[in-house]
């Protein structure tokens, strides 16, 4: 399994961003999928995940310090996963990692992890 995490950079305070995460070797649609993040000295953190289901179609869940800002979505035709970063601030500023498991939806103990993607916002 590999997922692949791209799209940060440097971002001005109220900017946006776009990240992706290409997966191979799984099958996309079957995982719970997860953007988590880590800033310097800090523990990582979750901030959405998405789950999807073929009767329900896809279910999302959002850290409080990101609800209305961030939207986290997927393509499994493409094998892809997306966050959408809105009014971003300082405080959002961490290598952001995308992760995949079967089951976990919040908390960080998911199966496979990408390699992360450094967000900067200037103040």
């Known amino acids: 399994v590999q997922l692949q995490a791209s799209g940060g950079g440097l971002v001005q305070t109220g900017g946006s961003l776009r990240l992706s995460c290409a997966a191979s070797?799984?099958?996309?649609?079957?995982?719970?999928m997860g953007w988590f993040r880590q800033a310097p000295g800090k523990e990582r953190e979750f901030v959405a995940a998405i789950t999807w289901s073929s009767w329900s179609g896809a279910s999302t869940l959002y850290a409080d310090s990101v609800k209305g800002r961030f939207t986290i979505s997927r393509d499994n035709a493409k094998k892809t996963l997306y966050l959408q970063m809105v009014s971003l601030k300082p405080e959002d500023t961490a290598v952001y990692y995308c992760?995949?498991?079967?089951?976990?939806?919040?908390?960080?103990?998911?199966?496979?992890w990408g390699q992360g993607t450094l967000v900067t916002v200037s103040s």
């Open positions: 992760a995949a498991d079967l089951t976990r939806s919040t908390d960080k103990e998911y199966a496979y």
């Open positions: 070797g799984l099958t996309f649609s079957r995982y719970n």
